[in-house]
């Protein structure tokens, strides 16, 4: 039974959380849904004086178990929506659990856009840059590196508000919380840099491994935003070319979408995968039939319906962040261990990129980057093809996704992150008492 504390704020009793991938569960003590940026801040103070721990949580999109909480667990449904648009800083204000998917088009109709976004839009604005959630680009980086400044309720229930302006302390925090893991505090609201709304041209073309692993710096310099996907078993691959356009407008045909949206890319994808999970020596041939099934085809459409499309076809996913130009190398490595193996893996690897950027414990800290993704079919067992993956992407300095399947602990991370003990110390001062701690945050941050 739900109850309604005086200040309105929904309480509800222990009940089992799951996530999006259906991997992890936790059973928080209690949950509760604060309406305001004040009933957050007394929710955090009530937690403390009980003894409690705290975690926010978003959409559940997260394969690791970043949101768990045996304590208070703080969900995002009533805390949404726009604040401010300032158009002459070129900037919106948004409530931290508002959905992608709600301020994209809030941006669209007010004729404005995020730069660059990932592959979907249903996750939080919280929980999408709290584990540094990205998409592909030359120039433009990650949801985090898109924001100028947030606002977080600290430990002690204070609303700390930072920019790259301001005091050192103010500053510091900045550089550390636009990808917090939810360890410095829980996030209420965001500030992004938005742009006039423009339309971007995608030309996708099959393209052989052979020629997109000999001319991918050409192709990463030549557009600004380049991603591919090459089909295990095979020499096949589907690249995406995003480029910014004078139009006109010329959004994919709304039969042909759903050919290749709902019914090859969801539809058909999801019958190749049942059948490869039921007979996985077929898997090989399905591949080789499923990564020909996707055509060549150009549409110009206003950015989120470039950049994204819904993925009903669940999965289990690992991606690492390496150095960019070790992305030939690791990924000709990963080809071989898959042909040498006796793994059958029906799922495209994604490869995209990142401009290096300045936050503390971002992927693409102070790198220019390449990610490589790993997925496999839900139901399928990956641990195998995960830790083989793993171990090469390792050997490359690879940074693991903070919200994707991967087994490296704080030794590992301080070690591919020159700038880790900046963030464990602000965390130190932030939270001493570990308020906002959980299993997975004592594995890679340390205790
Ligand atoms: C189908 C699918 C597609 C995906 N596509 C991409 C992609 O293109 N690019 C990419 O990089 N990733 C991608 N991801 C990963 C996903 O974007 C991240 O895992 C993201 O963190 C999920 O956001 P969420 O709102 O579901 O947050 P959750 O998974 O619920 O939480 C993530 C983390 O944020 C913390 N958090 C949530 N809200 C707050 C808050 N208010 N204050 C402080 N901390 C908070 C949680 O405690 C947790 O640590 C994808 C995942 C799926 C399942």
Redesign the pocket.
């Given at each position: 039974m739900s109850t309604v504390s005086r200040s309105g704020t929904m309480s509800r009793p222990r009940r089992a959380w799951r996530?999006?991938?259906g991997n992890i569960t936790s059973r928080p003590h209690r949950e509760i849904s604060p309406a305001s940026v004040d009933e957050l801040a007394d929710a955090v103070r009530q937690a403390a004086e009980d003894g409690r721990r705290v975690?926010?949580?978003?959409?559940?999109?997260?394969?690791t178990s970043?949101?768990t909480t045996d304590g208070v667990l703080?969900r995002?449904e009533l805390?949404t929506g726009i604040r401010a648009i300032d158009r002459a800083a070129g900037t919106v204000t948004v409530l931290?659990?508002t959905p992608l998917k709600r301020l994209n088009r809030a941006l669209a109709r007010e004729g404005l856009s995020l730069t660059n976004m990932?592959?979907?839009m249903?996750?939080?604005v919280?929980?999408?840059t709290?584990?540094?959630?990205?998409?592909t680009g030359r120039d433009s980086g990650?949801l985090s590196a898109q924001i100028v400044g947030l606002e977080?309720v600290t430990a002690d229930g204070s609303v700390l508000r930072c920019s790259a302006k301001g005091t050192a302390e103010e500053r510091a925090v900045f550089a550390a919380a636009r990808i917090?893991?939810?360890a410095l505090?829980?996030?209420?609201a965001l500030t992004f840099a938005v742009e006039p709304i423009f339309l971007l041209t995608a030309r996708e073309a099959p393209m052989s491994f052979d020629q997109v692993t000999a001319e991918f710096d050409q192709h990463v310099a030549e557009n600004e935003h380049f991603e591919f996907y090459w089909f295990p078993h095979t020499n096949n691959c589907s690249t995406k070319r995003n480029n910014r356009s004078a139009g006109p407008e010329d959004p994919v045909g709304r039969l042909s979408g759903w050919f290749e949206d709902e019914f090859l890319s969801n539809g058909v994808f999801q019958a190749a995968n049942s059948l490869g999970r039921a007979v996985p020596p077929a898997i090989p041939s399905i591949a080789k039939i499923s990564s020909r099934a996707l055509s060549a085809r150009t549409y110009t459409d206003i950015p989120y319906k470039v950049f994204t499309s819904p993925?009903r076809v669940r999965?289990m996913?690992m991606?690492y962040a390496i150095d960019r130009s070790a992305l030939v190398e690791t990924l000709r490595e990963l080809r071989a261990m898959v042909d040498r193996s006796p793994l059958r893996i029906s799922f495209p690897v994604e490869v995209r990129t990142a401009p290096a950027d300045d936050i503390t414990l971002s992927t693409a800290s102070g790198r220019e980057t390449a990610y490589i993704a790993v997925h496999m079919y839900r139901g399928m067992p990956y641990q195998a093809y995960f830790t083989a993956a793993e171990r090469i992407f390792t050997a490359h300095g690879g940074r693991p996704?903070?919200?994707?399947v991967h087994t490296r602990d704080a030794e590992y991370l301080a070690s591919v992150y020159p700038r880790f003990g900046e963030f464990t110390a602000l965390r130190d001062r932030l939270d001493p008492e570990r308020l906002f701690g959980n299993d997975?945050l004592r594995r890679v941050l340390g205790a």
């Open positions: 996530n999006w991938a975690k926010a949580v978003g959409t559940g999109h997260s394969f970043a949101a703080i995002p805390l931290a659990g990932g592959d979907i249903e996750q939080t919280a929980g999408a709290s584990t540094g959630t990205h998409g990650s977080l917090g893991i939810g505090g829980v996030v209420t993925r999965f996913e991606e996704h903070w919200g994707k997975y």
